[in-house]
């Protein structure tokens, strides 16, 4: 999904872990959706398949229940996919937080990081590098590189480790990759 706030701010849907997007889900269905996992849990076969097709089935539920929700970064408004064609727009009130559907966990989220590098960038790309930092970790946001965008490789690659580091040593990562040239240069998963 893909659509423009009335502020003009673009909301994308395009990637996982997004901290604007959230979902919400009616009272009348909490306790089904909670004895459906009791069931799940309490009378799923002894077998790995059964057990991932008790899963399956309470994944599918989850996706029914629940409706999508987007919170503008910009302004704050909310918008309610309800399975209709059109989004339901919300606006706060005075003091708008604009952070509501950031994990509960808060900056002990773990997220991700991704760094790449092109030497040769293609016509529509900007810079020759770029980094996101997709973590909840206020204390580290803009003491990098502001935009995210490299004209070197040595500084995104510093950058890139010292982020990792300091992510790591807090226990607020689960994912990172380095990439130039479409080559992996380091890659680095929690483990499960």
Same mark, same amino acid.
């Given at each position: 999904m893909n659509f423009r706030c009335e502020c003009g701010q673009r909301i994308h849907d395009t990637t *996982?872990?997004? $901290?604007?997007?959230?979902?919400?889900? $009616? *009272?009348? @269905?909490?306790? @089904?959706?909670?004895?459906?996992?009791? *069931?799940?849990?309490?009378?799923s076969g002894p077998s790995s398949t059964d057990k991932e097709e008790a899963a399956m089935r309470i994944r599918s539920l989850i996706s029914t229940l629940f409706k999508t929700v987007y919170q503008c970064s910009n302004c704050g408004n909310f918008f309610i996919d309800n399975n209709h064609p059109s989004l339901e727009m919300f606006r706060g009130a005075n003091q708008v937080n604009k952070n509501l559907l950031v994990s509960a966990l808060g900056d002990k989220w773990r997220g991700f990081i991704y760094a790449e590098w092109k030497d040769k960038i293609p016509d529509w790309q900007t810079s020759n590098g770029t980094l996101f930092n997709e973590t909840n970790s206020s204390s580290l946001t803009g003491q990098l590189d502001g935009n995210g965008k490299y004209s070197d490789w040595e500084t995104l690659e510093q950058d890139y480790y010292q982020l990792f580091n300091e992510l790591k040593n807090k226990n607020v990562i689960r994912y990172s990759q380095l990439k130039k040239n479409y080559t992996v240069i380091h890659s680095w998963s929690l483990q499960k």
């Open positions: *996982d872990y997004l $901290s604007y997007k959230g979902y919400l889900m $009616s *009272d009348q @269905d909490q306790f @089904d959706l909670l004895d459906k996992i009791d *069931d799940a849990i309490e009378k």
